[in-house]
């Protein structure tokens, strides 16, 4: 493994204390296209994530956890601002600004931090910093040029010069699944938890740390090593499901594993949920030897822990696959904090997203949240909804806007100005569209003026008459995109 020095020139153990004192450490972790329902915490008794349950139980768990953009580089783009899509001007899938006004490790530089990230960071370029003092990338195989190779590719490249790290043989948006073929020591998930693991146990600077360990996995391919596929293979897992509504994603978008819609039969449905259990899993469990690497340097408790994925992962429900999507499994996310503040067991109701993690770890250094910033402190969130949207992927008809508390969810589908309703409380699989029964006509007409209210002020293309518009056209940025 690429060994690194976390030993500040003249540092001590009192500095250290000192410092631990007047700011607690800070500890992002993060997995990529984790669903929020694949977790034991969140009520699903088929899958082990006992590391997670454990924050669950000794922090708080956002119940309501939404990625507003729900693919990674938009999601990612809220992450490091701490802003909504239209301020963050990323509206659907592109790259990440080479900088904005508001960067979360370069104001936690600034207010004294020592600030290193390991994994997927997923910027362009990938070497971009955004205020990391130094960053340990692997950007799951993705070249940004000849000239750049990640450091997992390279460490692997040093560790087993005669293998191949795709040997595996699965696509990065593959639905397809089957067991790591390789010694298991090599898998980047274990590669991103002994880095992050060496940087605990190696850390001797007198400066509180931020540190961020971004797992690449449970997003495709699904591909956990074989113990853990063994683990799943025959067990009770929970069903894809979908709706009447969905009835048209049913035949396939393409005759490649990395189709966005289709069935491609009930074996190979569960087969991919296996191995999407077996990386859930496995990322948990490496999650758990980064939290025993804190507590045996004795700051767990002098440190804030937030736990989040970027977005979700269909999975085959409503015969859907990837993300992108306004509905619960894309969308919803894990969200879990423990640490100074975060009220031990609790399960907290307020709907929040991503850009409230900034405003989270700043207010736990003791810093102002910049007037920028659309997110909230997670820890004393309020509002009534959180609005998520996604401009054209996949196929010009996926595009929408969306607004959700929670309880109910109103989708906006920008294409031909189709409307869904769901009571997520009574139908949390979103399998009953409510837009169509007039029982429901009221309910369905003040979320419609609700959405026409958040877009109104983004100008005329995006309402008309007091209602939300239809918008064919894509639009991927908004104008506070940085140029």
């Known amino acids: 493994m690429t060994r690194r020095t976390f030993l500040a020139s003249g540092s001590a153990p009192a500095l250290l204390r000192a410092a631990s004192r007047s700011k607690p450490n800070l500890l992002l972790l993060m997995a990529d296209q984790h669903r929020a329902d694949w977790m034991g915490c969140d009520g699903n008794r088929a899958i082990h994530t006992p590391n997670l349950d454990r924050l669950a139980r000794d922090g708080v768990r956002f119940a309501h956890a939404y990625s507003s953009t729900p693919t990674c580089t938009p999601a990612r783009a809220a992450l490091l601002t701490g802003m909504s899509p239209w301020r963050h001007g990323m509206l659907g899938y592109a790259q990440v600004a080479r900088s904005y006004p508001v960067e979360m490790p370069r104001r936690l530089r600034e207010a004294g931090y020592y600030t290193y990230g390991i994994g997927k960071m997923h910027w362009t370029p990938q070497r971009n910093l955004h205020g990391f003092h130094s960053t340990l990338?692997?950007?799951?195989?993705?070249?940004?040029?000849?000239?750049?190779?990640?450091?997992?590719?390279?460490?692997?490249?040093?560790?087993?010069?005669?293998?191949?790290?795709?040997?595996?043989?699965?696509?990065?948006?593959?639905?397809?699944?089957?067991?790591?073929?390789?010694?298991?020591?090599?898998?980047?998930?274990?590669?991103?938890?002994?880095?992050?693991?060496?940087?605990l146990e190696g850390y001797q600077r007198p400066e509180p740390?931020?540190?961020?360990?971004?797992?690449?996995?449970?997003?495709?391919?699904?591909?956990?090593?074989?113990?853990?596929?063994?683990?799943?293979?025959?067990?009770?897992?929970?069903?894809?499901?979908?709706?009447?509504?969905?009835?048209?994603?049913?035949?396939?978008?393409?005759?490649?594993?990395?189709?966005?819609?289709?069935?491609?039969?009930?074996?190979?449905?569960?087969?991919?949920?296996?191995?999407?259990?077996?990386?859930?899993?496995?990322?948990?469990?490496?999650?758990?030897?980064?939290?025993?690497?804190?507590?045996?340097?004795?700051?767990?408790?002098?440190?804030?822990?937030?736990?989040?994925?970027?977005?979700?992962?269909?999975?085959?429900?409503?015969?859907l696959w990837r993300k992108s999507y306004a509905y619960q499994p894309s969308a919803r996310i894990p969200m879990l904090v423990r640490g100074p503040g975060a009220q031990a067991g609790s399960v907290n109701q307020t709907p929040v997203e991503i850009r409230d993690i900034l405003p989270t770890l700043l207010t736990a250094a003791g810093l102002a949240v910049p007037e920028a910033c659309d997110g909230q402190n997670l820890l004393t969130a309020r509002r009534e909804w959180i609005d998520l949207e996604h401009d054209v992927c996949y196929d010009a008809t996926n595009h929408w806007t969306a607004l959700t508390d929670g309880r109910h969810k109103y989708i906006f589908h920008a294409?031909?100005?189709?409307?869904?309703?769901?009571?997520?409380?009574?139908?949390?699989?979103?399998?009953?569209?409510?837009?169509?029964?007039?029982?429901?006509?009221?309910?369905?007409?003040?979320?419609?003026?609700?959405?026409?209210?958040?877009?109104?002020?983004?100008?005329?293309?995006?309402?008309?008459?007091?209602?939300?518009?239809?918008?064919?056209?894509?639009?991927?940025?908004?104008?506070?995109?940085?140029?």
């Not at 993705?142 to 390279?154: G, H, I, K, L």
């Not at 360990?213 to 683990?231: G, I, K, L, Q, T």
């Not at 025993?292 to 409503?318: C, F, P, Q």
């Open 137 to 199: 990338l692997d950007e799951s195989g993705r070249v940004e040029s000849p000239d750049f190779r990640s450091d997992y590719r390279s460490w692997f490249a040093s560790e087993a010069p005669n293998l191949n790290p795709d040997a595996t043989g699965i696509g990065w948006n593959d639905y397809t699944a089957r067991p790591y073929v390789l010694p298991e020591r090599l898998h980047p998930t274990r590669w991103t938890a002994d880095s992050a693991v060496h940087f």
């Open 209 to 319: 740390f931020f540190l961020k360990v971004s797992f690449a996995r449970p997003h495709s391919p699904y591909d956990p090593p074989n113990r853990w596929w063994e683990r799943y293979e025959n067990a009770t897992l929970p069903p894809a499901r979908a709706g009447a509504w969905a009835d048209r994603f049913c035949t396939r978008s393409g005759p490649a594993d990395d189709m966005w819609h289709g069935d491609p039969g009930d074996a190979a449905v569960r087969r991919a949920r296996v191995g999407y259990s077996g990386s859930v899993s496995f990322v948990d469990e490496q999650l758990g030897r980064v939290l025993e690497a804190l507590d045996k340097r004795g700051w767990t408790n002098d440190t804030l822990i937030v736990y989040l994925s970027d977005h979700g992962d269909m999975t085959g429900d409503h015969w």
């Open 415 to 483: 294409y031909d100005g189709a409307e869904q309703l769901f009571d997520l409380t009574a139908d949390p699989h979103e399998l009953n569209d409510l837009s169509g029964d007039s029982a429901h006509a009221p309910l369905l007409g003040r979320w419609r003026s609700r959405m026409a209210s958040h877009l109104e002020p983004r100008g005329p293309e995006w309402t008309l008459n007091g209602r939300p518009r239809p918008r064919p056209k894509k639009m991927p940025f908004s104008p506070n995109y940085p140029a």
